[in-house]
Structure formats: structure tokens, C-alpha cells
């Protein structure tokens, strides 16, 4: 490649926001056939917010929020700093937890006031024997909004329920309409529920979704795309993202997320724009074109 035209395409994708810190991923772009795309803080915004606090028996929904943000303290996840605003929004006295254990991607366990309290998804509830069956329904109704449900368990038994909602990007709808337009296959990544994924995106009109894919599988889910003969580009913002990001044929990263992120990635969003991804994809036509 002639590095006088591609410096050219890099000069205009900084006009654009479009960040390029390897030529290669701009030379690539052009070829890109699948966008894999985080949910959170990619499709969305990246700041979670507490929609509705639930108990399901005798604890009160302050007590569920209090106990549950004692131990989110912790964690540096988005939907543990949604807890900690809320119950901080309810002036509530948190704790100081002990014995905190974090797995990723799967919620976090601990001790708060002498009890052992237990905060994530349904399948984490169930590795730590906790039941969360009887509810169901009242979680599958808050995913069908598009919100999380993440369950609180005190001394092994489910005790409420936290639906934490994400909103979509100002920016995502019109940037995904530019790559369907391209004939370009979005595919939506996310380690959250599949009811509450399948929700965005069919607001979005996203019509492929991998959920419930732990941290350490995202890059499998890109990896495989590739073997069958793809050319892909994976977006993302998070620490979880970063092996997806390194792995793809072109990694594009949130300037709004982590430097983790950045790091792994050819091209960085400077506002989280996905309009950016169709801007790269411009330039890299009009830069190879230039050269051959
Ligand atoms: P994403 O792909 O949206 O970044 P993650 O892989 O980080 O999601 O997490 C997947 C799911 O694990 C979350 O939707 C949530 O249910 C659960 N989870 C992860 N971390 C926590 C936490 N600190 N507290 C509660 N639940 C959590
Ligand atoms: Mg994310």
C-alpha cells in the first residue's frame, strides 16, 4: 500500500471521529462482510439505570436494593454501579461486604450484614443452588422490555429481583440502516439474557443475536465467523470485548469505553458513533481505490 494515501484516509476518518491506529484495519474495512456488535455500551449507551426493585417475600424492596448495592460496592460492572446510584438515589446505608468473590460475566457473591448474599443471573443463582423458578415470569416480563434481570438471594434463598434497562444510542438505528444498505450481516454479542437481547434487537432490526455468551467465548463466536470465510469486524467497548476485538479482522473500539478496549482494537469511535463503522468502510474503498 502506498502510505501516502492511506495516511490521507487516516487524515480523513480523525475528521470523521473515526480513530485509525493501524492501516491495515483501514486497508481491511472495505472487505468486512459481518459487523459483530456488542449490546452494552456499544448498541447502547452504557450507563444501565434501575427501572424497578421486586421482593418476593418478606424482605422490603429497600432491604433487596440495599443489600444487593452492599455488595455490588465491589464490582466495577455497569450494572453494579446502576445498584449502587439507586440505592444511593433512596439514601439507603449500604454495608461494607466481606468474603467477595466476582466471577465474570456472572454476577458476584459475598457476605453483608452476617448474611450470604448472592447477586446475577438466573444460571449463576442456580450454580449456587439458589432456586429462582417461582419467578419466572415477573423477570421474563422485564426482558421483554429490553431490561436485565438480575436476582438478589440472601442465605440461599431468591429474594428479589433488580431489571436494570440500557437505552439504545441516539446514533445506533441510522448507523446500522448505512451497513444494512451495504448488504453488510449484523450480528448482535452479548452476555446477557437471550430474551432480554432478542427485545433490542428487534428494535433495532437486528434479525442475528449470540446471548448468554461468557466473556471468554466472544472471540469464539468471531473466531467461527471467520472459518467460514467471512471477513468481520468486531465493535465493542469493554474489558469482555477486548479478546473478540484482537481476534477479528478488524477490531473497532468505543472511545466511551475502556482503554483495555482501545488497546485491542485497529479503530477507535471517537463518541461511540457506529455511524463510524460505514465512515470506515468508505474511506477504505476510496484508499485502496487510490492505490490500485
Ligand atoms: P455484557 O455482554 O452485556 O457486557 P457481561 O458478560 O458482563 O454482559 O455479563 C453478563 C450477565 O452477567 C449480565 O447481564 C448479568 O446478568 C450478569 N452479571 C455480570 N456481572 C454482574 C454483577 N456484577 N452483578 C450482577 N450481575 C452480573
Ligand atoms: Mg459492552
New binding site residues.
Partial sequence: ATPMSVMVGVGRGAQLGVLVRNAEALERMEKVDVVVV????TLTVGKPKVVAVKAFNGLGENEVLRLAASL?RA?E????AA?VQEAAARDLALAEPTGVE?P?????TGTVDGHRVA???AA?MSENGIHTDHHTATAEAFRREGA???FIAVDGRAEGLVAIADPVKDTTEAALKALAREGVRVVM?????RT?ALAVAKRLGIAEVEAE???AH?ADVVQRLRREGHVVAMAGD?V??APALAVADVGIAMGTGTDIAMESAGITLLKGDLAGIAHARALSRATMANIR
Avoid: C, Q, Y
Fill in positions: 456488542d449490546k452494552t455500551g455490588e464490582s460492572h455497569p450494572l453494579a445498584m466476582s465474570a460475566g456472572k454476577g458476584i447477586v446475577g443471573h449463576f436485565t434481570a438480575v454479542l452479548t452476555g446477557d439474557n432480554t455468551v461468557l466473556p466472544k469493554g469482555n470485548d
